[in-house]
């Protein structure tokens, strides 16, 4: 009787631990595939979606970034080629705000291998012989700022002056009040428009660098200016894109 006992408890053997372990095997399955398929993410590209809304809305929290503020590497988003359809939205999204505002005849934007030039007329940001920017000019400043703050490029500000002589007690010549001008556009976009002072410098011309003709008065208030200029990190390659 014993042995037809033991034989009937060997036929009956406990396969409860299957259950667990074939789980366990699905779950090792399943974690390998996300893994697998996370390594293969295009992180350019993500990258690039991330940047083209931080631009979209204007300088606005990004869902791909921590706190809200999003700055653009470069770096890892695609190189010149995301640089320079940064730049084209911005400078098309700006030519709509300036026309917008009634500012097309005063204020210029051009797209060269250096970089997006933002150029405007002294007439439109200062009264004549002063550096004190005007208030009606100050919000498309802040638009402005809202479009470059977060790229990670550097930012000059450079002053320019027709060839008359200045005549007040204010400054010694045309050098030195490019210079400041330049300089209190540079201060009210960095303190009030939050771009990155690291990445901001002017350059003061004075009547040195004409645009235009010193001969003419159109001449002359076309070469009166502070010009904008977002420079780029990385060169051309496709002379199609200058």
Request: charged share 30%; no cysteine; proline share 2%.
């Amino acid at each position: 009787m014993s042995k037809k006992k033991k034989q009937h408890d060997d036929e009956h053997v406990d396969e409860t631990w299957l259950l667990p372990y074939s789980d366990m095997l699905t779950l090792l399955l399943a974690l390998f595939i996300v893994m697998f398929a996370m390594s293969n993410v295009d992180k350019a590209k993500l990258q690039k979606v991330s940047e083209q809304f931080s631009v979209i809305f204007s300088g606005g929290g990004d869902a791909l970034s921590e706190g809200g503020k999003t700055a653009i590497p470069m770096e890892e988003s695609g190189g010149n080629k995301v640089e320079q359809d940064t730049m084209e939205r911005i400078k098309s999204t700006l030519e709509a705000e300036i026309k917008e505002k009634g500012y097309e005849n005063k204020v210029n934007t051009s797209l060269n291998e250096e970089g997006l030039q933002i150029s405007i007329q002294d007439a439109v940001l200062f009264d004549s012989g002063k550096a004190r920017i005007l208030k009606g000019v100050r919000p498309l400043l802040l638009d402005i700022s809202k479009m470059i703050k977060n790229l990670d490029n550097d930012i000059r500000f450079a002053g320019h002056t027709d060839n008359v002589p200045i005549d007040n007690s204010e400054y010694r010549s045309n050098w030195e009040l490019s210079a400041v001008r330049a300089i209190n556009v540079m201060n009210y976009m960095v303190d009030r428009g939050k771009i990155k002072a690291s990445r901001s410098s002017i350059q003061a011309y004075g009547e040195y660098k004409p645009k235009y003709s010193n001969a003419t008065e159109a001449g002359r208030a076309k070469n009166r200016r502070v010009e904008i200029f977002i420079v780029r990190k990385y060169p051309l390659t496709d002379k199609k894109n200058k």
